[in-house]
């Protein structure tokens, strides 16, 4: 029996080779990008391509390139000579043996500025955006482009009225699937924007720089001098403003943390996180947990230590670390499904809420609604911020706005009271929509206002009066104090149960376990303010 070779070329194939010939001409100008030279230099700064990076991402082998074709042809007598490729490569590939959509700029390519044929490929809108839209499929953004150019109006013969290419689908996809945007170069303008657009971004430390205008625009409208890093690098950006959630310190690590960040989350928003099989006990009672706390109430603690020994182990990831260090937001496990955690933070303000930490438990929240990730609120707060600085930082509103999210929040959230639970900012750690299931430890205290400040300002005339001002303040506060033991409000089950410390893990994962069936009723986008989003 004869077995065809399954190298050999047809007869007939040889009618169409100088068409396969031209094909291959292509695909080479494609992978060679903005030419050696170009590529050379990029590499020169500690940077990897497009393709490459894109390479170091995903699963090996398994993207599928579309649009490798599109550019600029330069033909002599109507014959190719080279194509100038489109700055812009992406396709469908795997990660972790999932599916995503995944883009980014080709910086060796005029810089990775905009180019639009008969159909955007992506940067801002585009293919890219469509099939994460169609396909429901995580969408991956590598960014390293600084948009539009003025010199777009040479080539077109007129200026183009903003939102030609808008960020009509960047928004819609927010509603959808997990998008994702790592900033890996230069990006201002458009390429900016849609880093903002991003249920998570990362930057590289040292290597990236996100803005909306650059240090000329910067000099020519305000005449300040000033360098990209000052600007728009990551102690700004990630640190100060909050703009880019996380920093990596290089490439590699920053492709480690988007792949992490997408091992939490669903492939859209009509599915289930993923759920993972655990070694570690629903029933581990750390013992360290019960002294943890101290008994001063005005000493702080470790939180992030007890959310490491509540969760399961190496399960959890820190989102914003270094910004509005007053609360610790983190994804994580329990029992191998997957949960968020808001935890006060005792060691920065006493765990008083800021305006950049509120700012930052309202997106999370947002997050763990919009993916069907139950919370777990770790409480230790003596309220919003206070003070005149705090006012002019509209503490109070943007305060507001989390009590406001967790009130439209429509995911399963539990309340785990450590230490201070007072006024409207506790008020924002709770799930008065659902359950309102509320657990504390024997060390909780809440109240409308701490004792200390309320007895103040409620007994001043008596306290003034008093031969001891001072010894009758601190004696009603003592009278108080006793009253207000988190045992008498059990009594009353105004609280559901108070716990051992060590209880706390086991007691967590039997009602998130519990919920699931909960989670799995309200699958799809979220209502917000009765409209989709």
Not at 2 to 17: G, L
Request: glycine content about 10%; some cysteine; hydrophobic content about 40%.
């Amino acid at each position: 029996m004869n077995v065809p070779d399954p190298t050999a070329v047809p007869a007939a194939a040889s009618d169409w080779q100088p068409e396969i010939d031209e094909l291959r001409l292509r695909r080479q100008q494609s992978l060679a990008l903005g030419g050696a030279e170009a590529v050379d230099k990029h590499h020169q700064q500690g940077r990897l391509t497009i393709r490459e990076r894109i390479d170091a991402l995903v699963d090996r082998a398994s993207f599928q390139e579309v649009g490798r074709l599109t550019g600029q042809g330069r033909y002599e007598n109507g014959q190719l000579r080279a194509v100038t490729p489109a700055p812009y490569v992406m396709g469908l590939a795997n990660v972790d043996g999932r599916p995503v959509a995944i883009g980014g700029e080709d910086f060796t390519v005029r810089g990775g500025t905009s180019w639009s044929g008969d159909r955007k490929k992506g940067g801002q809108g585009g293919f890219v955006e469509d099939l994460a839209h169609q396909y429901r499929i995580p969408l991956v953004n590598l960014i390293d482009g600084a948009g539009g150019s003025v010199t777009s109006i040479t080539r077109r013969g007129h200026s183009v009225f903003p939102g030609v290419h808008g960020f009509e689908r960047s928004v819609q996809l927010l509603g959808e699937v997990p998008v994702v945007c790592a900033v890996m170069g230069t990006a201002a303008g458009g390429p900016a924007g849609r880093a903002i657009l991003a249920h998570w971004s990362v930057m590289v430390k040292g290597t990236s720089q996100v803005f909306a205008a650059g240090p000329p625009v910067v000099e020519r409208s305000l005449g300040q001098k000033i360098s990209k890093e000052e600007l728009g690098g990551h102690h700004l950006a990630v640190d100060e403003a909050g703009t880019i959630d996380n920093v990596a310190a290089n490439e590699q690590e920053c492709f480690e943390l988007v792949r992490r960040f997408l091992s939490y989350m669903p492939r859209n928003v009509w599915e289930l996180p993923p759920v993972v099989a655990t070694d570690d006990p629903v029933g581990r009672a750390d013992e360290e947990l019960l002294g943890i706390v101290p008994k001063n109430r005005r000493k702080p603690y470790d939180m992030r230590r007890i959310i490491r020994m509540v969760a399961d182990r190496g399960s959890v990831f820190e989102i914003q670390p270094s910004f509005g260090k007053a609360v610790i937001t983190s994804l994580a496990r329990m029992n191998g499904k997957v949960v968020g955690f808001v935890a006060n933070n005792p060691m920065i303000y006493g765990g008083a809420i800021d305006v950049k930490a509120a700012r930052k438990q309202a997106h999370f929240i947002d997050l763990c609604d919009c993916f069907h990730i139950p919370i777990v609120f770790l409480v230790d707060v003596p309220g919003f911020m206070v003070g005149r600085d705090a006012e002019a930082a509209a503490t109070l509103r943007e305060g507001m706005r989390t009590v406001y999210v967790s009130l439209q929040a429509s995911v399963p959230m539990f309340t785990v009271v450590i230490r201070k639970c007072y006024g409207m900012a506790g008020m924002a750690a709770t799930d008065k929509n659902g359950l309102d299931m509320k657990i504390a430890w024997p060390s909780a205290e809440w109240g409308s206002l701490p004792i200390e400040g309320g007895v103040a300002a409620a007994f001043r005339r008596e306290i003034a009066e008093a031969p001891d001002p001072k010894a009758r303040e601190m004696q009603i506060e003592d009278e108080l104090r006793a009253a207000a033991s988190p045992f008498r409000t059990a009594e009353a089950f105004g609280v559901e149960e108070i716990i051992d410390p060590r209880e706390t893990r086991a007691y967590l994962c039997r009602f998130i376990d519990a919920a699931q069936g909960r989670l799995a009723t309200t699958l799809g986008p979220k209502l917000k303010a009765g409209v989709r989003p």
